[in-house]
């Protein structure tokens, strides 16, 4: 199993980072399709509970960006899987899993989005966890999807970040 961690400190109100990283995905589709660098995201479902928590499923298809030895046993159409998470208003966080429309049985990719305020910035923490079940080559499968998803956080918390100041002064 391979863990994948990123984090991004923000000096910004906590309700603008949440409307901005959380609650706008739910509403803003084409914006969060282009920031993820996804060919297609749909919203399936979305269950908001009294107590302020709610649980979310999409669907995301993905650019295809793999280097070329990973297309011998990744083809494009299996770029394409299921996202549900629940989200905790109390903790600040939204567990998801990621469930693949082909090899759901040896693929397992889960994770937390976490966001906590500490001397008055709030932090974003996204950590992954990845495990593939291929014999032979999964290990090397998940070194291989665990740096490409290191880099895609890392360019995604920088989106992020220029999205909220552009909010933040508008």
Do not use: C
């Amino acid at each position: 199993m391979q863990t994948v961690k990123n984090s991004m400190k923000l000096h910004y109100p906590l309700d603008l980072v949440l409307q901005v990283t959380h609650f706008d995905l739910m509403h803003n589709m084409p914006g969060y399709k282009k920031m993820l660098g996804m060919e297609e995201i749909k919203l399936i479902r979305f269950d908001e509970h009294e107590d302020g928590s709610h649980d979310v499923e999409f669907t995301m298809k993905s650019q295809d960006r793999l280097p070329s030895f990973a297309r011998m046993v990744i083809k494009p159409e299996m770029l394409v899987w299921r996202q549900v998470g629940k989200w905790n208003p109390e903790t600040l966080t939204i567990d998801f899993k990621v469930i693949p429309y082909f090899f759901q049985k040896l693929i397992d990719i889960r994770g937390r989005k976490r966001y906590f305020q500490d001397s008055g910035a709030i932090t974003i923490e996204i950590t992954a966890q990845i495990s593939i079940g291929i014999p032979g080559i999964g290990k090397l499968m998940e070194q291989v999807i665990a740096g490409e998803l290191k880099k895609e956080q890392v360019k995604l918390l920088g989106k992020i970040e220029q999205e909220i100041k552009t909010r933040s002064q508008g």
